[in-house]
Each structure stands twice: as C-alpha cells, then as structure tokens.
C-alpha cells in the first residue's frame, strides 16, 4: 500500500548561527498573505532609499602626470594595468590595486600623447603609443623602467610617419596595427613603412578602431563628420556615414561584432548598426557638451561617456538617458574613459592631471558576500526593478545630485530643444508644402547620408 507523507530537509528549518531566527516553512498561497504588495512596495521603496545612501562611486584619484591625461588603454590580459599617455608627451603604467604607477617615461613623445594600445603575444608587458611628434614606439614594461637619474627607458621599436598622428589601435591577434593621422596606415610590426593607406575624403583622421571580434573590420571617425568603415582583407572603404557634426571617438560592441558607438561633438552619443546605417540604433542624450569618449562595458550591455562638461555618464545600451552621472568639484574636461575587464570600476582621465577611479555602480558593496547576503541583494534588486514606475520609489531612483552649471546648461538646452519643436510644429500647421514633408525620426536626425562601395 502506498503512503503519502510530508518529507522536509532539515537544512530548510535548522539555523545557521545561535543568534540566527528560527526558519519555519512558508506557506506560498496568496490568500495566507493579503498584505504581501503593501508590504514589497515598502520594502521596495526602503531599498531604493538605501542605494541613494550609500551611493559613493568615487574611489581614488591616482596623480602623477602633469599635463592632462588624453589617452587611455587598458590590459586586456591584466585587470590591474592601465596604460595612460599625457600632454607633456610622458607615458605611465598604473596599478589599479596599489593605486600608484608602476613603469613611466617622461619624454616619451615631443608633445601630446594622442594614443596608446596594448600588443598582444607572448609578452603582455608590451603596448604602442603613438604622438603629435610622427611617432610611433613600442615599449616594454618587464624590459626597463625609469633610471635613477631620470632617463626615459629604452623602446622596443619606432615607426616614423609623414603625419602627427591622431590615434592607434592594434589587431587581435596578428602583428598589425592601425594608425589615424591625415588618412588611416596600416602597419606591419616587422616593417618600417605603412603596408596599407586608406582613405575616403577626410582631411584629418580624429582616431581609428578595429574590432575586436570582427577581425577585418576597422572604423575611423574625420573632421569631415565622416565614419567610415575599411575591409582589411581587401585595403578598401566599406561605407561611410556622415553625421551632422564630428565624431570624436568610436567604440566597438565586444558582444556584438556589428554593433558600435560614436561619441559626437552634438553632446549624444550613437550607437550604430554596420549593417543598416542609415538611422541610429539609439541616442543617448544627456550631457550638455561635447562627447568626448565613449566605450562598452565588457558585457556590451552597457556604455561610459566623458564629456567635456566635466562629467561622467553611464548608460544602458537599450535606453536613451544616463543611469548615472559622476563628477567632483576638481574634475575638469574628461577626455579619455574606459571599463575595467571585470566590469566592476571605470576610470576616467581629464585635463586636470588626474586619473579617477570609480565603482561601475554606485551603491555595489564589494568583496566577498555569504549567500544569506547576496540573496538578499539580488531580492532588494528585483522589487525595485518591480516597483520602479510607481512615483515615490521612481523618485528616489532618479535624484541626483548635478553641478549647478550642468544643470543649468540643462535647462537652457531643453529650453532650445522645445523652442525647435514648437517653431517645426508651427511650420506645419502655417505652410502646406512643410504639412506635406514626411517627419524625420530623431535617429536619423543627426544623420546627413550614408554612402556604400
């Protein structure tokens, strides 16, 4: 004969610690619990509270240069290292967790630094920097360091252009690399002279990216508002798009090998699709000037911009506003930012000499948690994901604390934008032949055309 009987773990009921409460099974019917959405609105809206009280994303401030910071690499083979290039021409290698630099040379170029990359290989310590000088040098980090009586260390080799270079990028794997100046070279390590010149009409190259998992695909940005994109296999323009202002960097999707963003001198940020350029995929519109850099997270489901406004956004990729702005009273112009390769910090260098470290979120608690602690993360997590619409927790989700300049420069910005919209409107409503004209998606408002080869 077959008995039915209630069989429970005694890990379910049994405490972990004297101190702990006694764990007693649930009954899960909704009926038992008629206040159970009172009761997760309010615990909603505690957690949400707490996350703007403990929201402190600035973690230190690394100081060492004396010109600005207007280049930046990150390790990919180091979460440690990061690699940052100054206006006074010197380079410096820092370690993130004893927050000091661990190799630096001055005078490495004459003039500003304009980029620097890691080279991949056999020895990770090696990166490439490029300067106004014309020049670009690969250094090591293991093979010398700074001497006593202040000598920059030797390089590991030079290239010599025609041009003052304007950025650099490496491949993935093999020895090439490109480099951004009047038009874009490619170079093979083993050579002294650029194996391949692309160009498309720009006059000046603002810098050059090569994807990173789409390996033969390279994108390059130019005064003349272009991006355009380059076939390494054939030495060939792909497509170009020109924006209605310039575009200052350029960043690949590291999860979606077509994807890429744009940080553009219109004060948004693009995300683009190579395949169907002729809109945006999104705009990112929040800062009130100049984008000055844009990169993925290393998930590429989210976006850190620097803008020359003085601050930092950070952004999700499906969403059109910042989650979160970063700033300080001494932070000037942000010209260069990255994500660390744990997604867990961003750094940030502007024209004030400092590099800054921050938390990716503001309110994350780090080190190690038990798993009582995590659950009860991630469950303060999914109600305020939950209850996010409802006014007072969507409230306290959104405050923000924004320098008086930004703020007002905010204000006269929506001011202008509204004042187009209603003149647009008023046009319509006054004239057939504006009545008549199709309305312009504000993806591809900022868009002027798109040419293929």
């Known amino acids: 004969m077959k008995v039915k009987a209630l069989s429970r773990s005694t890990a379910d009921y049994t405490r972990e610690t004297k101190s702990d409460i006694q764990r007693l099974p649930r009954n899960a019917d909704p009926a038992q619990h008629p206040l159970e959405r009172a009761r997760e609105y309010k615990r909603a809206l505690n957690a949400a509270k707490l996350e703007r009280m403990f929201a402190k994303p600035f973690l230190a401030s690394l100081s060492g240069h004396v010109d600005g910071i207007y280049s930046m690499a990150k390790n990919p083979w180091d979460l440690d290292l990061i690699t940052t290039g100054s206006g006074d021409g010197e380079l410096r290698v820092w370690s993130l967790s004893a927050q000091e630099a661990v190799w630096r040379a001055p005078g490495a170029h004459r003039g500003i630094v304009k980029g620097v990359c890691n080279v991949p290989g056999g020895d990770t310590d090696r990166f490439l920097s490029v300067g106004v000088d014309k020049m670009a040098k690969v250094w090591s980090r293991s093979e010398g360091a700074l001497s006593a009586d202040g000598e920059t260390p030797e390089t590991v080799a030079s290239y010599s252009g025609k041009h003052a270079f304007s950025g650099v990028d490496h491949h993935r794997s093999r020895p090439l690399f490109a480099t951004s100046s009047s038009l874009v070279e490619v170079w093979d390590v083993n050579r002294s002279e650029p194996i391949a010149s692309l160009t498309w009409g720009a006059d000046t190259t603002n810098t050059v990216r090569m994807n990173q998992t789409e390996v033969n695909v390279l994108a390059s940005c130019g005064t003349d508002r272009s991006v355009i994109l380059y076939d390494l296999r054939t030495s060939s323009p792909l497509a170009k798009l020109v924006m209605a202002l310039s575009t200052n960097a350029i960043a690949w999707n590291p999860m979606e090998a077509f994807m890429f963003a744009t ?183 900022g868009i002027l055309g798109v040419t293929t080869k």
């Open 263 to 445: 940080a553009n001198e219109d004060h948004n940020v693009y995300t683009f699709d190579m395949r169907r350029m002729d809109h945006a995929s999104n705009v990112l519109r929040d800062h009130v000037s100049a984008v000055m850099d844009v990169d993925y997270s290393p998930t590429g489901h989210e976006l850190v911009s620097g803008s020359y406004d003085r601050t930092l956004r950070l952004w999700d990729v499906n969403r059109g506003h910042s989650r979160d702005i970063y700033h300080t009273k001494r932070m000037q112009r942000v010209f260069c930012v990255r994500y660390t390769q744990d997604d867990k910090y961003v750094l940030s260098g502007s024209d004030d000499s400092n590099l800054r470290l921050w938390r990716a979120r503001a309110s994350e608690r780090l080190g190690a948690k038990s798993n009582r602690e995590r659950a009860t993360v991630e469950y303060a997590e999914k109600l305020k994901d939950r209850y996010k619409y409802l006014p007072e927790v969507r409230r306290v989700l959104r405050q923000r604390n924004v320098p008086a300049a930004v703020k007002r420069a905010s204000r006269t910005k929506q001011d202008m934008l509204q004042s187009r919209k209603r003149k647009a409107e008023n046009e319509r409503k006054s004239s057939k032949a504006a009545a008549a004209a199709p309305r312009v998606p504000e993806r591809k408002k």
